[in-house]
C-alpha cells in the first residue's frame, strides 16, 4: 500500500506564498507522474501543476508564472511553491502520484488534502 502526506497548507494573505509538499511513502519501486490538482468551494477538482519523472513540467493557466512545482525523487516527494497568491487561489490542494509499486502495479494514489485560504 502507498500514502500520500500533503503538509504546508494555511492562510496567507494576498501577495503572499506558501510552499506545499507531498511525500510517498509505502511499497514504492518508481514514481511517474506527480501533480497538484485544487477543488474550491463548489467547483470541480482542476489540474494545477504536474511534474514528469525526468523533470518536465506542465501548469495551468491562471497559475503558470506564479507557482513552480519541483521533486526530489530520491525522497519521493513533490512540492509546489506558490508566490503571489489571490484570494481565487483558495481551494483545498491535492498531491496525486502515478506509483509502481514493488509488485510492479501501476496505480494512482492522492493525497488528503491541505487547505489554502488566501485572504486579508
Known amino acids: 500500500q502507498v500514502q500520500l502526506m500533503e503538509s504546508g497548507g494555511g492562510l496567507v494573505q494576498p501577495g503572499g506564498s506558501l510552499r506545499l509538499s507531498c511525500t510517498a511513502s509505502?511499497?514504492?519501486?518508481?514514481?511517474?507522474?506527480m501533480g497538484w490538482y485544487r477543488q474550491a468551494p463548489g467547483k470541480q477538482r482542476e489540474l494545477v501543476a504536474i511534474?514528469?519523472?525526468?523533470?518536465?513540467?506542465t501548469y495551468s493557466g491562471s497559475v503558470k508564472g506564479r507557482f513552480t512545482i519541483s521533486r526530489d525523487n530520491a525522497k519521493n516527494t513533490v512540492y509546489l511553491q506558490m508566490n503571489s497568491l489571490k484570494p481565487e487561489d483558495t481551494a483545498v490542494y491535492f498531491c496525486?502520484?502515478?506509483?509502481?509499486?514493488?509488485?510492479?502495479?501501476?496505480?494512482?494514489?492522492w493525497g488528503q488534502g491541505t487547505q489554502v485560504t488566501v485572504s486579508s
Open positions: 496525486r502520484a502515478n506509483v509502481v509499486s514493488a509488485t510492479r502495479l501501476n496505480s494512482i494514489y
Open positions: 509505502g511499497s514504492i519501486l518508481e514514481i511517474n507522474g
Open positions: 511534474i514528469v519523472r525526468d523533470g518536465g513540467t
